[in-house]
Every structure is written in structure tokens, then in C-alpha cells.
């Protein structure tokens, strides 16, 4: 749990130093110096905040419906979902005691509400719009909303958006009290924070921190904010408040190994689940962009390969057949460096970029590919909610290859025509065999080499005369496609 301060305690180091003044003249025959008073910065008093704020946080209980049976008990079907849900595994059965076919059952005549989890939130507007956890409401047929001064509400689940984990929700409510939302970018690492929450069901629970570091990516579309403040089951929903009392986030995530505090917890920036509790509040749910590509991170060897300035942007690692970047010309191996103007510094800038993109908009890509700059115009569609899975390829056997490995420890083969066709490449090179840096690497039979360096591969002969024009004191990357995947590899070529 948290470590407790003591505004009055003092280190071994400084009684060993007011130890060294006090006695150190007595034993010089000097007059006694006297000692510099510690500059002690005392702790804040979250107390006056917290008066203010408390009262717009809430506890958010949720219930499920089971089905009784006519004697009151508990249907058997409904029970042994519940255990397996939530406690995952089967309903114990009592000895001696028969399970019924569903077939051979009376009917049902009556639901009962059994509580399913608790959570926290808090009220964005006194006609009472609520905010928490997609997770917190998830599954849940009624949610039930708690002020402090012991008013209870049932709320209607306006809408929850899994990618974010914001959920927002309504209460039939006038003047209600609310909270201010502040800016998540003018956060500052070091700076206190509190939480708010429902911990264990202990309702308006105020712990207290620090920001531990700014987006952190643990989630496709959020940066999130870690904090070291205390959280732990049922804080999620709950807000980060700054020391001006405005929220900078919810409540989401913790890290642990053992399910409690770990000294490590995640909040989703206020900014972003304001945007997406906008889109929930008129349509109910969020709409975002794609444009059907998948990228991977860009490493500083690659970098210096490909001649790009800085390990920055997102390597095209697969094109979607068919979809937007297909058809914009996007080819695995580029090097997504902006987008519709903004720099693309990490690989998880872009799909932030494009999902905050409207659907059926016009947007520009601009991609290094083999050297230089290219602008790509492309037309970013909605995204679905799951996408059809791109089918394994697979064919005849190739022409064997020839020679001994190259000095990148390649032995490789010519594609076919009907390969180049179903792999939809105009050239590359098939490999055979690897060994030394090729093997090292992970590389292995079946793996279509399409790239090297800032070249492309054409067939075996070309890409043997490329091999041996390399330097083996610099590292060089070729472009590997397995299956419908492509990515760089860095390797060194040994002297030969």
C-alpha cells in the first residue's frame, strides 16, 4: 500500500550531520558554529479540496436478473453462468441431487436481483450526466448511483466505449453537484493528485500521489496517465483530481501481480472521455477510423538503414487487402512519418490519429520508401468492430535454390509468376535455407524477402549482387514477409 509520510521525522544522514556539527568544535577548540536551519517543504492539505469535490463523486453499484425457480431457488442454468463468469468454474451440486433437462422444467414465473460488482464515478453536469468505467457497467442490467448524502439513483446506461474504457451514464437529477474538468496536457510529472473512489465499497475513499510520467501506452487510442496514487477494486470510474480540483482523468488500470495496489496505477485522460462521452451522449455510441493497416514500431538500426532521420514513425508491417491504404498504394515496409500533416513520432500515434478522423474524409499519409518522401492521398472509412482475417497463402513448390548462403546467410529461389500474383508483389525472392545471421535472426524457410535497405528485391540474381555490395561494418535491414506480416530485420553481413 501506500508509504506513509512523517512531516517530522528526520534521516540517519541528517542526525549524523548534526551530530558531526555539534561535537566537531569541541574537538577542534573552536567556537561552536551554529547550524543552518533545514529547508523542510511541508506536505499539502488536500482537506478544503476535498469539502469541494467529495460530494460529485459516486459509488455505482450494479446488479444482474436470475431467473427463480417455483421454489424460490435460484434457476440452475442462470447460477451455474453466474459461478462461471464470475468465479470461473462449475456450481457445486449438492450430493444425490439430479440435474433437470431444461425441457422438463415448469416455467419460470419470477426474476431475482443479485448484486454483481461496485464501482466509483463522478457527476460532469447538474442535470446528471455521469461518467465511469465501460468495465465498471459492463454485463450489467440494472446500475444503481450513490451520492454521499445517501441519495440513490438508477441509472440509464447512455452508452460505453470498450477502447477507452469510458462509460456514460444519466440520473434523473436538478442541481446536482459537479466537477470542473481540467487540461491533461499541462500536467507536469511530479506534481499531487488524489483519487476518489469506492475501494473495496468503501465509499469516498481520498487517496493521495503523485503523476509518475505522462502517456503511457497501454492502450490503443488512450496515452494514458500513471500515477502512484493508491487504487484498487472499485476505485475504477472514480476521478484524478489535480490541486486546483478539476479532473485530469478516471481512474482505470492499475499494474499488480496479486489483483491489489502495486504502487502503479493507469488514469484515462479527461480530455479524450470527454470526446468520447460527447459522441455517446448523441448517438450512443463512438465512431471511429481506419484505413486498414497494420504497423509496428521503427527501430534505430532501421532508421539508420533506410537513411530516415531518427527512429520516428510507424513501419507498415501489413496492408489490408482491398482497403484504404491498398488502394492509397501503401506497401509494407513504408515508413509512415505524418499524417494529414501531424508527425508520427511513435507507431501508436497513428492509430490514434486516424480513429479521431472522420469517417469518409480525405487525408494525406506521407511514407519513406526507399529514400525519399512520398504523399499518398487516401479515404478513411468507419471502423468495424471486427475484421475479416486475411486467409494463410500457400502454393506449389518453388525452383531450389542455388549456391551457397550469402553473406547474410540467405539461400533464396525466384518467385513464380502465379506466386508474385497470389502474394499480389512484382518481385522478391523466396528463401530456402537460412544459416549464421539469417538463422540467428529467426528467419527461415518460406519467408519472402521483398526489400533490402533502400532497394527492391527483384529476383535471386539481383538480390546476391546486392548482398555483395555491403559493408559489414555497417548493419543493413531486409524487408521479410511471413504470411500476410512484413517486417525490417537488422542484420549484419559477415565478411566473406
Given at each position: 500500500?501506500?508509504?506513509n509520510?512523517s512531516a517530522g521525522?528526520?534521516?540517519?544522514?541528517?542526525?549524523m550531520?548534526?551530530?558531526?556539527i555539534?561535537?566537531?568544535?569541541?574537538?577542534?577548540?573552536?567556537?561552536?558554529v551554529?547550524a543552518a536551519?533545514?529547508?523542510?517543504?511541508g506536505?499539502?492539505d488536500f482537506?478544503d479540496?476535498?469539502?469541494?469535490v467529495?460530494?460529485?463523486?459516486?459509488?455505482?453499484r450494479?446488479?444482474?436478473?436470475?431467473r427463480?425457480?417455483?421454489?424460490g431457488?435460484?434457476d440452475?442454468?442462470?447460477?451455474q453462468?453466474?459461478?462461471?463468469?464470475?468465479?470461473?468454474g462449475q456450481?457445486?451440486?449438492p450430493r444425490?441431487e439430479?440435474?433437470?433437462?431444461?425441457g422438463?422444467?415448469?416455467?419460470?414465473?419470477?426474476?431475482?436481483?443479485?448484486?454483481?460488482?461496485?464501482?466509483?464515478?463522478f457527476i460532469?453536469?447538474?442535470?446528471g450526466y455521469?461518467l465511469?468505467?465501460?468495465h465498471?457497467?459492463?454485463?450489467?442490467?440494472?446500475?444503481?448511483?450513490?451520492l454521499?448524502?445517501k441519495?440513490?439513483?438508477?441509472?440509464?446506461?447512455?452508452?460505453?466505449?470498450?477502447?477507452?474504457?469510458?462509460?456514460?451514464?444519466?440520473?434523473d437529477g436538478?442541481k446536482?453537484?459537479?466537477?470542473a474538468?481540467g487540461d491533461p496536457?499541462?500536467?507536469?510529472v511530479g506534481?499531487?493528485v488524489?483519487?476518489?473512489g469506492?475501494p473495496?465499497?468503501l465509499?469516498?475513499?481520498?487517496?493521495?500521489g503523485?503523476?509518475s510520467?505522462?502517456s503511457?501506452?497501454t492502450g490503443e487510442?488512450?496515452?494514458?496517465?500513471?500515477?502512484d496514487?493508491a487504487?484498487?477494486?472499485?476505485?475504477?470510474?472514480?476521478p484524478?483530481?489535480?490541486m486546483?480540483?478539476?479532473?485530469?482523468?478516471?481512474?482505470?488500470?492499475?499494474?499488480?501481480?496479486s489483483?491489489?495496489?502495486?504502487?502503479?496505477?493507469?488514469?484515462?485522460p479527461?480530455?479524450?472521455a470527454m470526446r468520447?462521452?460527447d459522441?455517446?451522449?448523441?448517438?450512443?455510441?463512438v465512431?471511429?477510423?481506419?484505413?486498414?493497416v497494420s504497423v509496428g514500431e521503427?527501430?534505430?538500426?532501421v532508421a539508420e538503414?533506410?537513411g530516415?532521420?531518427g527512429?520516428?514513425?510507424a513501419?507498415?508491417?501489413?496492408v489490408?487487402p482491398?482497403?484504404?491504404?491498398?488502394?492509397a498504394?501503401?506497401?509494407?515496409?513504408?515508413?509512415?512519418?505524418?499524417?494529414?500533416?501531424?508527425?508520427i513520432?511513435?507507431?501508436s500515434d497513428?492509430p490514434?490519429?486516424?480513429?479521431n478522423?472522420?469517417p469518409?474524409?480525405?487525408?494525406?499519409i506521407?511514407v519513406?520508401?526507399?529514400g525519399?518522401?512520398?504523399?499518398?492521398?487516401?479515404?478513411?472509412?468507419?471502423?468495424?468492430?471486427?475484421q475479416p482475417?486475411v486467409?494463410?497463402?500457400?502454393?506449389p513448390s518453388?525452383?531450389?535454390?542455388?549456391?551457397a548462403?550469402?553473406?547474410?546467410?540467405?539461400?533464396?529461389?525466384d518467385?513464380s509468376?502465379a506466386?508474385?500474383?497470389?502474394?499480389?508483389?512484382a518481385?522478391?525472392v523466396?528463401v530456402?535455407a537460412?544459416?549464421?545471421v539469417?538463422?540467428?535472426?529467426?528467419?527461415r524457410?518460406?519467408?519472402?524477402?521483398?526489400?533490402?535497405n533502400n532497394a527492391a528485391?527483384v529476383?535471386a540474381k539481383?538480390f546476391?549482387?546486392?548482398?555483395?555490395k555491403l559493408?559489414p561494418?555497417?548493419p543493413?535491414v531486409v524487408?521479410?514477409?511471413?504470411?500476410?506480416?512484413?517486417?525490417?530485420?537488422s542484420l549484419r553481413?559477415t565478411?566473406r
Open positions: 500500500m501506500k508509504t509520510f521525522s528526520k534521516t540517519l544522514s541528517a542526525l550531520v548534526s551530530a558531526g555539534l561535537f566537531a568544535p569541541a574537538v577542534l577548540g573552536l567556537a561552536p551554529q536551519a533545514p529547508s523542510v517543504a506536505l499539502p482537506s479540496m476535498v469539502d469541494k467529495g460530494p460529485a463523486v459516486v459509488n455505482i450494479t446488479t444482474e436478473r436470475l427463480m425457480r417455483d421454489d431457488m435460484p440452475q442454468d442462470e447460477m453462468e453466474f459461478f462461471r463468469r464470475f468465479f470461473g456450481m457445486p451440486t444425490g439430479q440435474r433437470v433437462p431444461r422438463n422444467r415448469r416455467a419460470v414465473p419470477q426474476e431475482q436481483e443479485v448484486q454483481r460488482g461496485v464501482g466509483s464515478g460532469t453536469s447538474a442535470d455521469v465511469t468505467n465501460a465498471v457497467v459492463a454485463g450489467a442490467d440494472e446500475v444503481y448511483v450513490t454521499t448524502d441519495r440513490e439513483f438508477k441509472a440509464k446506461v447512455l452508452g460505453s466505449d470498450v477502447s477507452t474504457d469510458v462509460a456514460l451514464l444519466k440520473i436538478t446536482l453537484p459537479a466537477l474538468m496536457s499541462k500536467i507536469r506534481e499531487w488524489i483519487a476518489i469506492s473495496f465499497n465509499e469516498n475513499t481520498v487517496t493521495a503523485i503523476i510520467a505522462k503511457r501506452d487510442y488512450l496515452p494514458l496517465i500513471q500515477s496514487v487504487v484498487n477494486p472499485g476505485n475504477s470510474g472514480g484524478l483530481i489535480n486546483r480540483g478539476e479532473v485530469i482523468g478516471i481512474n482505470s488500470q492499475i499494474a499488480t501481480l489483483g491489489g495496489y502495486n504502487g502503479i496505477s493507469f488514469a484515462v479527461i480530455d479524450e468520447v462521452a459522441q455517446l451522449k448523441k448517438t450512443g455510441k465512431t471511429r477510423g481506419r484505413i486498414g521503427v527501430s534505430r538500426e538503414s533506410l530516415l532521420k527512429a520516428r514513425g513501419e507498415v508491417s501489413q489490408e482491398g482497403g484504404p491504404a491498398a488502394k498504394g501503401l506497401k509494407p515496409g513504408d515508413i509512415i512519418v505524418k499524417f494529414n500533416g501531424t508527425e513520432n511513435k507507431s497513428l490514434r490519429l486516424v480513429g478522423t472522420t469518409n474524409s480525405k487525408a494525406t506521407t519513406w520508401r526507399t525519399s518522401m512520398v504523399d499518398l492521398p487516401v479515404t478513411v472509412v468507419e471502423r468495424e468492430s471486427d482475417t486467409a494463410g497463402r500457400g502454393g518453388k525452383p531450389k535454390a542455388e549456391g548462403a550469402n553473406a547474410l546467410g540467405f539461400r533464396v529461389s518467385l509468376a506466386e508474385k500474383k497470389e502474394l499480389g508483389v518481385g522478391g523466396k530456402e537460412t544459416e549464421g539469417a538463422a540467428g535472426a529467426g528467419l524457410q518460406g519467408d519472402i524477402l521483398l526489400q533490402l528485391i529476383d539481383q546476391a549482387a546486392l548482398v555483395a559493408d561494418k555497417k543493413s524487408l521479410v514477409r511471413r504470411g500476410d506480416t512484413s517486417q525490417f530485420v553481413p565478411a
